[in-house]
């Protein structure tokens, strides 16, 4: 096999024209999937192939998260669209249209203002990613890995656009109403620790909903205002403690309002003791009733981040 030349990719009703076996020519190489730019024939359209890594193809867990990304088809321009599926002896590819922008976090870091601007600009941005999830979230799928790398900015806010064009990519780790995950698993799923609610840390993926990745997004509002994220730890077992119960600190760069809507959506359940020690059925209750009280929908947070600006 020359690993040098192109492998043309046959799908339903195109071909796809990519370089599997180059570094130079992937995107991404996560834990589950790699990600090449490849061109779509005969239209010579740019898109990316996403394909699951040949050592979990035979993995049950795997094969069914890959095919629930590739089943989100959601005919908006907030929300990657999913153009292929294809499954053959080579494996498993999922083809996407080219997103061109920037993530959040180098978007937000192009931005040129000043201290008191900022908080603003990055609220502006936050309420563009709530518009975006709306869609998400009303299709009846939860995204589960909300994180500045997972949204990009493709058009930035200017006198005319007050607020940024946003689209979420990345649906790897997202649930759907429609499927419950098997609470008894207790595979190993590598959503980010500094990102992610303590339903998703903690397994109990029955209860994931809308606030999952309000979770998330109160998160990122308090990193690029602070300049720092709210918990730190070089150990994960310590992050993940810190994450799931320890309070959200005030920062003195973050105005007293923004922290009143961080706090309520980060809302997070009151451990007496290790999270370990409680059985499945208490640690449930605990986080439910925390999630009570956080922001139960895009809306409502969008209306209260609005009033700020």
């Given at each position: 096999m020359d690993t040098q030349k192109p492998v043309l990719l046959q799908g339903?009703?195109?071909?796809?024209?990519?370089?599997?076996?180059?570094?130079?020519?992937?995107?991404?190489?996560?834990?589950?999937?790699?990600?090449?730019?490849?061109?779509?024939?005969?239209?010579?359209?740019?898109?990316?192939?996403?394909?699951?890594?040949?050592?979990?193809?035979?993995?049950?867990?795997?094969r069914f998260r890959f095919m629930l990304e590739a089943s989100v088809q959601l005919n908006n321009s907030s929300v990657v669209q999913n153009i292929d599926f294809i499954a053959n002896d080579n494996g498993m590819f999922l083809i996407q249209e080219y997103v061109d922008g920037l993530d959040?976090?180098?978007?937000?870091?192009?931005?040129?203002?000043?201290?008191?601007?900022?908080?603003?600009?990055?609220?502006?941005?936050?309420?563009?990613?709530?518009?975006?999830?709306?869609?998400?979230h009303d299709a009846g799928y939860f995204h589960?890995?909300?994180?500045?790398?997972?949204?990009?900015?493709?058009?930035?806010?200017?006198?005319?656009?007050?607020?940024?064009?946003?689209?979420?990519?990345?649906?790897?780790l997202c649930q759907s109403q429609q499927i419950i995950p098997d609470i008894r698993s207790k595979a190993r799923i590598p959503y980010n620790i500094k990102y992610s609610a303590p339903e998703l840390l903690l397994n109990h993926l029955n209860l994931v909903n809308a606030s999952t990745d309000l979770f998330s997004l109160g998160i990122m509002l308090y990193e690029y205002i602070a300049g720092i994220a709210p918990h730190k730890s070089i150990n994960p077992i310590q992050m993940v403690q810190m994450q799931v119960s320890a309070p959200i600190p005030?920062?003195?760069?973050?105005?007293?309002?923004?922290?009143?809507?961080i706090l309520r959506a980060c809302e997070k359940p009151v451990f007496r003791k290790p999270p370990g020690a409680y059985s499945y059925t208490e640690t449930t209750e605990l986080i439910a009733d925390s999630m009570q009280y956080r922001y139960q929908n895009c809306r409502e947070m969008a209306v209260d981040l609005i009033k700020l600006i």
């Open positions: 339903a009703k195109h071909q796809y024209l990519f370089y599997p076996y180059q570094k130079e020519f992937i995107i991404s190489n996560g834990r589950f999937a790699k990600v090449h730019p490849a061109i779509m024939l005969p239209s010579k359209q740019k898109v990316i192939i996403k394909q699951l890594h040949q050592g979990l193809v035979s993995n049950e867990e795997s959040f976090h180098k978007y937000i870091s192009s931005r040129r203002c000043s201290r008191q601007t900022r908080e603003k600009e990055i609220i502006k941005t936050v309420v563009a990613v709530l518009d975006s999830l709306v869609v998400v589960c890995g909300i994180k500045p790398s997972s949204v990009f900015i493709t058009r930035a806010a200017d006198e005319e656009n007050n607020f940024p064009d946003v689209k979420i990519i990345d649906f790897a005030v920062h003195d760069n973050i105005s007293n309002e923004v922290m009143s809507v």
